[in-house]
Nanobody, 126 residues
Framework: QVRLVESGGGLAQAGDSLRLACVVS????????AGWVRQTSGKEREFVAA????????YYAYSVKGRFTISRDNAKNMVYLQMNSLKPEDTAVYYC???????????????????WGQGTQVTVSS
């Protein structure tokens, strides 16, 4: 069973940086597309970023492009999300997710991901 565990969330002020980490166990991360999705209470999940398997291709939501960077270390089974220039609107629970065989046209669709972490809260104050 694939298990994902996020860490690195917390409190930040606008303009600060945070780095989220996600450790994957139960299978090799190499075989999975990995992504980050966030959710604010009362709102739908919002795609943040993804890193396609067997590729260097990365994808970002327009709202975070240029500020956030997704990376992965397959040898360590780790996925990271570097978040710079944080804004109050980045406040959310951030989930790490992974899936096999996700086609490019679906990579921004949370329903395409099979495995999810429990989430880590990020709160950005103004």
């Amino acid at each position: 069973q694939v298990r994902l565990v996020e860490s690195g969330g917390g409190l930040a002020q606008a303009g600060d940086s945070l780095r989220l980490a996600c450790v994957v166990s139960g299978d090799s991360l190499r075989s999975y597309t990995a992504g980050w999705v966030r959710q604010t209470s009362g709102k739908e999940r919002e795609f943040v970023a993804a890193h396609k398997r067997f590729s260097s291709s990365v994808y970002y939501a327009y709202s975070v492009k240029g500020r956030f960077t997704i990376s992965r270390d397959n040898a360590k089974n780790m996925v990271y999300l570097q978040m710079n220039s944080l804004k109050p609107e980045d406040t959310a629970v951030y989930y790490c997710a992974s899936g096999m065989g996700i086609i490019t046209s679906s990579i921004r669709d949370g329903a395409a991901y099979n495995y999810w972490g429990q989430g880590t809260q990020v709160t950005v104050s103004s």
